[in-house]
């Protein structure tokens, strides 16, 4: 891990009264920059050339002569070559001269490496350098070994292949497109055993897909991204909040659950077996009787992370969540930054976040905020890694 001491001694030499935000442009940066805008910071975002004309033409920043936002949200854009890129000191040490205070998402760290995140990253990153890591199953203290250390509910996991009995889903990385899910379900070893050749003949996942598959009980329920965030600075009201609910549309499996079931089954007799690509995302509500195990699980993933990645998760995080039939939620994916869904809630803001707050707060608002006021206090270290 890189060397706090040197991070800091990187901003120190900041003008802090003309920092900005800057983020990887993919993922959730819309709703990043669009709270940076909201809290009177300017933005900056790095982006591959080729996938750039969202965030240099369609979203472009214009500002007034006094320098208030007239329109969009994305003031400069540093195009680069590939979003590994962002890696590379000339563009690490732009960023640090413009006083660019990061905020890392997953886009980030899967295209940059978290090995490079890790120890090559120079520029003040806005939350838990330290946690982000933990998001890349199989490893040792992955996120969960967090929850079981937590002692949060989450999916039994299933140990091999022929050990599967129910309904199981089988977590794999998608051989073609990195950053999105080969998933696939189960009932037995044979159904397994069938729909994995299947997939491997189709391209979708690698021929060793086992050496990094995850393998867990399928819950049957609806899904909701709980999008928490938690401020160590707040000294008078509850450090943890939820700010809002987000789920998700993912490709083809929306389309295959919109046909009748005798299509699914031909669909699948004919090899057609359901993607879960994420392609968007919606808004959603709890019943408010679920709040208080929302609230519950939030608390010990903190006190978790408090206790094994010190100084524990900062700013905004995601349990990501599915409902049983006895209303008992299970935990089966965990992002400890800034969710992919909350581009939902941008300029809008989250149900939750905008009660508590009493004005429109998104997650990029409410991060935006909480660097505000952590400059306002002198304080900005307590949330820089």
Not at 81 to 89: G, S, Y
Not at 102 to 131: C, H, K, M, Q, T
Request: with cysteine.
């Amino acid at each position: 891990m890189i060397d706090r001491d040197l991070v800091l001694n990187n901003l120190k030499k900041y003008d802090l009264k003309k920092a900005k935000i800057g983020v990887v442009a993919s993922h959730s940066a819309l709703d990043t920059c669009d709270g940076a805008v909201s809290e009177g910071f300017r933005t900056v975002a790095v982006s591959q050339k080729g996938r750039d004309a969202a965030f240099r033409r369609y979203f472009k920043a214009f500002r007034s002569p006094e320098g208030e936002p007239v329109r969009g949200v994305v003031d400069d854009v540093i195009g680069v070559d590939k979003f590994a890129d962002v890696m590379n000191p000339d563009v690490q040490s732009a960023l640090m001269k413009d006083n660019v205070l990061f905020v890392p998402n997953r886009s980030f760290v899967s295209y940059g490496g978290i090995d490079a995140v890790e120890d090559d990253f120079e520029v003040p990153l806005i939350g838990s350098r330290n946690l982000l890591r933990s998001e890349e199953r199989g490893g040792d203290r992955d996120y969960y070994w967090i929850l079981d250390k937590a002692g949060l509910p989450s999916p039994k996991k299933v140990g091999k292949p022929e050990d599967i009995d129910s309904l199981t889903i089988i977590k794999v990385h998608h051989k073609v497109k990195k950053l999105e899910r080969g998933f696939f379900t189960a009932k037995d070893y044979d159904q397994f055993a069938e729909k994995s050749a299947e997939l491997i003949r189709q391209g979708v996942i690698e021929e060793d897909f086992l050496k990094h598959a995850r393998m867990e009980q399928y819950i049957i329920g609806p899904v909701f991204n709980l999008d928490f965030f938690r401020s160590p600075l707040e000294e008078k009201g509850e450090q943890l909040e939820l700010l809002g609910v987000d789920w998700r549309f993912e490709t083809s499996l929306d389309g295959y659950c919109r046909l009748p079931g005798k299509q699914q089954v031909e669909l699948e007799n004919d090899g057609i077996i359901p993607e879960y690509t994420v392609c968007g995302h919606n808004s959603a509500t709890l019943r408010e009787s679920l709040l208080d195990k929302a609230f519950e699980m939030g608390e010990k993933y903190i006190a978790a992370t408090k206790k094994f990645y010190d100084p524990g998760i900062i700013g905004p995080f995601c349990l990501q969540t599915c409902v049983d039939k006895d209303l008992n939620f299970y935990i089966y994916d965990v992002a400890p930054r800034i969710g992919g869904g909350t581009n939902v809630h941008m300029s809008v803001g989250h149900p939750y976040g905008n009660a508590l707050w009493r004005r429109e707060m998104s997650t990029g608002r409410r991060l935006a905020a909480e660097v505000k006021n952590a400059l306002a206090q002198e304080r900005i270290d307590e949330i820089i890694t």
